[in-house]
T-cell receptor, first 110, second 112 residues
Framework: RKEVEQDPGPFNVPEGATVAFNCTYS??????FFWYRQDCRKEPKLLMS???SGNEDGRFTAQLNRASQYISLLIRDSKLSDSATYLC???????????FGKGTRLHILP | DADVTQTPRNRITKTGKRIMLECSQT?????MYWYRQDPGLGLRLIYY???????NKGEISDGYSVSRQAQAKFSLSLESAIPNQTALYFC???????????FGSGTRLTVV
């Protein structure tokens, strides 16, 4: 099993819809979880950290399920500008190297 | 000015040539990383450095070398470039006390 796995997509979603995707991780000792966003030919940028209690930032909600070893990202009222690749990121210890998933491509359709 | 600056932004080079990609940062972070990104393969770690005297191989270090000239500078060299090293290369920095990496804008390298 790969350390971090994501559905590569693409997810083609109409503007205004809600979309969610998951990321599974194999190491139960993993401590920190993040979602990064990467636009085409650009660098990845931190979108949000994922906390055990779940967290929300505007239209974005991230959740962690330790029992099933996955994290999720929910985007509500999707905008054209949300089109990007979303990278799941995991690390075992605070300050350790992080593991990137290969990303899920999202296309928001007008 | 960007926090993490990579030069050059784009480079085309010939097989067998030596090439250096440079990265400098103004974040004051001790930790620096070099990744390459290929379609369908995601980001793969080439080398990383946790301070000026520390160099570590990542998962795909063969064919690459690095130099950490100062806290702010971390360069990646391809001693003898080959076509399968054509990729998008990213430098990144991190602070273990703070979540998240900061990436440079990337270097698009083509080896012909």
């Amino acid at each position: 099993r790969k350390e971090v796995e994501q559905d590569p997509g693409p997810f083609n979603v109409p503007e205004g819809a809600t979309v969610a995707f998951n990321c599974t991780y194999s190491n139960s000792a993993s401590q920190s979880f993040f979602w990064y966003r990467q636009d085409c030919r650009k660098e990845p940028k931190l979108l949000m950290s994922v906390y055990s209690s779940g967290n929300e930032d505007g239209r974005f909600t991230a959740q962690l399920n330790r029992a099933s070893q996955y994290i999720s990202l929910l985007i509500r009222d999707s905008k054209l500008s949300d089109s990007a690749t979303y990278l799941c990121v995991v690390n075992k210890l605070q300050g350790d190297k992080i593991i990137f998933g290969k990303g899920t491509r999202l296309h928001i359709l007008p | 000015d960007a926090d993490v600056t990579q030069t050059p932004r784009n480079r085309i080079t010939k097989t067998g040539k030596r090439i250096m990609l440079e990265c400098s940062q103004t974040k004051g972070h001790d930790r620096m990383y070099w990744y390459r990104q290929d379609p369908g393969l995601g980001l793969r770690l080439i080398y990383y450095s946790f301070d000026v005297k520390d160099i570590n191989k990542g998962e795909i270090s063969d064919g690459y070398s690095v130099s950490r000239q100062a806290q702010a500078k971390f360069s990646l060299s391809l001693e003898s470039a080959i076509p399968n090293q054509t990729a998008l290369y990213f430098c990144a920095t991190s602070d273990p006390r703070v979540n998240g990496y900061t990436f440079g804008s990337g270097t698009r390298l083509t080896v012909v």
